[in-house]
């Protein structure tokens, strides 16, 4: 049996070599009939008229607002299948990614599926914050499956039924995180369910800078403080006079088993897994609205 439509969705930000590259990535997906892709252009001050091509791929210019929602939501209004898949520009989705999203065929009460994403493969010697991003999973889908009644798909390869998107309005365009967690409880509350799908897989790639890494986990930290305040219950926060003590003592700890053992990735786990968690928490002082 013929696997449904699939409208693909990728929003972008930066300049015009990495919007190059991207659609040259984008153009290896195998595509059926009915089928299609669109990049979202949603860098500030870029403009269009109308939709472009680049390698054949669809491009679409949309910076009135600054946010992965919005550029998801005019991305999807360009299409008309059966599915959306969204992925990151910074992914190198799988060939035959859209078929393996249908194997097996998903339930009728299915709106969301939870595709696979892996971090980029980081050589042992390689740049130390990708190198942790890669031995830690940083991207991987059970980073968000670990939440109980809050789990939710990362939008960083999810599909989503289309006809349950727009009965609940598609993604917020007002927040710069955390849109993915959103629409997944906004989805529940409407009786609908979600899937996995691992097979179906991207590869992530990864912050090479320290400042990358903090950076995202700051944005994160403060999409999570905004699930917060919009769902009680749900991701609170930690005290972070105990946190920081942690993070100390973590840290010390670690470099001295990596020491004597002379064991990098050891050594670069006790630095990064304490600056990561707590980068997310201070991140939860940061606004989440667009700038």
């Known amino acids: 049996m013929a696997r449904p439509s699939v409208d693909v969705v990728v929003p972008f930000r930066g300049t015009q070599a990495e919007l190059a590259e991207l659609c040259l990535c984008l153009a290896a ?7 299609s892709v669109v990049v979202v ?21 949309a910076a009135e607002v600054s946010s992965p929602g919005y550029a998801r939501n005019r991305g999807a209004e360009r299409g008309g299948a059966e599915w959306v898949v ?8 799988a060939t035959d990614l859209l078929d393996r999203y249908f194997d097996p065929r998903p339930g009728d009460r299915t709106a969301l599926m939870a595709g696979g994403v892996s971090d980029e493969e ?7 914050a ?17 939440f109980e009644q809050w789990s939710f798909p990362q939008t960083a390869n999810a599909a989503c039924r289309r006809n349950a998107f727009e009965a609940v309005g598609g993604f917020r365009e007002e927040i710069r995180a955390a849109e993915d967690a959103d629409l997944t ?12 799908r691992e097979a179906a897989r991207v590869v992530h790639g990864s912050r090479q800078t320290v400042r990358g890494l903090v950076a995202q986990k700051l944005t994160h930290g403060a999409g999570g403080a905004w699930l917060a305040r919009q769902y009680p219950g749900a991701f609170p926060a930690r005290r972070r006079p105990g946190l920081l003590w ?22 670069l786990w006790a630095l990064f897994e304490p600056l990561e968690q707590l980068s997310y928490e201070f991140g939860r002082s940061l606004r989440n609205e667009p700038r």
């Open 246 to 267: 942690w993070g100390l003592r973590t840290a010390a700890g670690g470099l001295v088993t990596a020491a004597r053992r002379r064991d990098r990735d050891r050594a």
């Open 122 to 128: 980081v050589p042992l010697r390689g740049p130390p």
């Open 86 to 93: 969204f992925i990151d520009a910074d992914t190198v989705p």
């Open 185 to 196: 409880f906004r989805l529940k509350a409407a009786g609908w369910e979600i899937e996995r």
């Open 41 to 61: 252009d949603n860098t500030p001050g870029s403009s269009g008229d109308g939709a472009t091509q680049c390698s054949g791929i669809e491009v679409v210019h």
């Open 29 to 35: 997906i195998r595509l059926a009939e009915g089928d």
């Open 130 to 146: 990708a190198r942790y991003a890669h031995i830690r999973g940083l991207m991987g889908q059970e980073n968000t499956f670990r």
